[in-house]
């Protein structure tokens, strides 16, 4: 691709890394199914490859490609997203460090922080991501070296202020961090809004299709890049070649599964808003939501994640989520077929007697793409 061309985010998803294979024409990059290469002499690698931990040439199309389309200058893809962030954190921080955390996020994040890293000697402290005061108050000068984001933040789908946040976590000689994952690269591009790195579970709308574990990095700063890079490899934690062709081949669709996402979400929202037994909508598109200024702003529509309460408690939530038909009871979400889970009992039970403990009448949904009719007929029969 022209370098000096500035093209659109879908030309970048399909065509950014993915160059016609220089021996056959191929049009999607080969998975190199190798773990060491031949060497032109002792010392000498053809074209950088020695091992296939270090470099792989299917992740670096990937790598590549996921660099094109969040705007950074480099990317690096791991076997999952907490694999993603454990390498970051150990590539910019030490022990005695300190770092920001939200008090609304991904219980998987939080069980890292707050039990392996915290092992290491990283100390956190949860902060509301949509108060920037609390955030900066939160700060321990000369100790913070990353303030963490979520937005919007997982469960809850509240909206954190990236450019605002940026500003206090520079201000304090930090890095703001944002997990992109609900948003996408699609979405939502925090490196253009000051952040310094970029996460993603690309298991989630990256792959699109509940086929693959893996997790991202992405940066725009080069001596940030290079220590990331050293970590990625001395650690190791590194995507594979077939995982990392499937979120390749995920990335090409990106732009029109997002679309459809969020057009199906929107109209799930608008049922929900309307059915007697729930008590509260979380989406960040409704006028009333408190970040929906914000994430008009920041964010080009609003995703398919929906949370809601209802009026029965916890012991109609369970039921609703096993009612559920073409909504499946699972974990995970961003693929193309639309999900249902109990965020308490299920990927959030790590919070439980925590500050980040969500409430046990919260049901998530990750709204698929499928004819909305049969979507808004199953939750009709589940809230029944």
Same mark, same amino acid.
């Not at 020695?50 to 996921?66: I, V, W």
């Not at 520079?170 to 944002?178: E, I, W």
């Not at 990331?228 to 390749?248: C, E, K, R, T, Y």
């Not at 009448?361 to 808004?376: H, K, P």
């Given at each position: 691709m022209n370098k000096e061309h500035h093209y659109g985010f879908e030309t970048l998803a399909i065509h950014a890394g993915n160059e016609p294979d220089p021996t056959t024409g191929a049009v999607v990059p080969p998975i190199y199914a190798t773990s060491t290469y031949k060497q032109d002499g002792v010392g000498g690698l053809r074209n $950088?490859?020695?091992?296939?931990?270090?470099?792989?040439?299917? %992740?670096?199309?990937?790598?590549?490609?996921?660099? @094109?389309?969040? /705007?950074?200058? %480099?990317?690096?893809a791991f076997a999952s997203g907490l694999a993603a962030e454990d390498t970051l954190i150990r590539s910019v921080c030490a022990p005695g460090d300190h770092v920001v955390f939200p008090d609304d996020a991904y219980g998987g994040t939080f069980r890292l922080f707050s039990r392996v890293l915290s092992n290491w000697g990283v100390e956190m402290t949860p902060a509301a991501v949509t108060h920037p005061e609390a955030i900066r108050a939160a700060i321990q000068p000369g100790k913070t070296k990353v303030v963490w984001l979520e937005t919007p933040t997982n469960?809850?789908?509240?909206?954190?202020?990236? +450019?605002?946040? &940026?500003?206090? &976590?520079?201000?304090?000689?930090?890095?703001?961090?944002?997990?992109?994952?609900?948003a996408s690269a699609y979405l939502q591009q925090p490196l253009e809004l000051g952040a310094d790195v970029v996460v993603h579970s690309t298991t989630k709308y990256m792959g699109g299709h509940s086929d693959v574990v893996g997790g991202? #990095?992405?940066? %725009?700063?080069?001596?940030?890049? =290079?220590?990331? @890079?050293?970590?990625?490899? +001395?650690?190791?934690?590194?995507?594979?070649?077939?995982?990392?062709? #499937?979120?390749? *081949?995920?990335?090409?669709?990106?732009?029109?599964?997002?679309?459809?996402? /969020?057009?199906? &979400?929107?109209?799930?929202?608008?049922?929900?808003? *309307? !059915?007697?037994?729930?008590?509260?909508?979380?989406?960040?598109?409704? =006028?009333? !939501?408190?970040? !929906?200024?914000? @994430? @008009?702003?920041?964010?080009?529509?609003?995703?398919g994640i929906v949370s809601f309460r209802v009026t029965g408690g916890e012991a109609q939530a369970l039921d609703i989520c096993n009612k559920a038909e073409v909504f499946?009871?699972?974990?995970?979400?961003?693929?193309?077929?639309?999900?249902?889970?109990?965020? $308490?009992?299920?990927?959030?039970?790590?919070?439980?007697?925590?500050?980040?403990?969500?409430? &046990?009448?919260?049901? *998530?949904? /990750?709204?698929?793409?499928?004819?909305?009719? =049969?979507?808004? #007929?199953?939750?009709? %029969? +589940?809230? /029944?």
């Open positions: $950088g490859y020695e091992y296939s931990r270090s470099a792989n040439p299917t %992740r670096t199309a990937l790598e590549e490609c996921l660099a @094109a389309i969040e /705007s950074g200058t %480099r990317g690096f469960p809850l789908l509240n909206v954190a202020d990236i +450019a605002i946040v &940026a500003q206090i &976590a520079h201000d304090a000689g930090a890095l703001l961090v944002v997990d992109n994952t609900f991202a #990095l992405i940066v %725009r700063d080069a001596e940030l890049a =290079d220590k990331i @890079a050293f970590h990625q490899n +001395a650690i190791g934690a590194v995507a594979g070649p077939f995982d990392s062709w #499937l979120v390749l *081949r995920g990335i090409k669709t990106l732009g029109v599964r997002m679309d459809r996402h /969020s057009d199906n &979400a929107e109209r799930v929202v608008e049922f929900l808003q *309307r !059915h007697q037994s729930v008590s509260q909508v979380l989406y960040p598109g409704l =006028d009333g !939501h408190p970040g !929906h200024e914000t @994430a @008009a702003k920041q964010m080009k529509r609003f995703g499946t009871l699972g974990e995970s979400l961003g693929g193309v077929e639309s999900l249902i889970e109990h965020p $308490g009992k299920m990927t959030h039970a790590s919070v439980a007697g925590t500050p980040l403990e969500v409430p &046990a009448d919260l049901i *998530r949904l /990750s709204v698929g793409i499928e004819t909305i009719d =049969d979507l808004l #007929l199953d939750l009709e %029969r +589940a809230l /029944s």
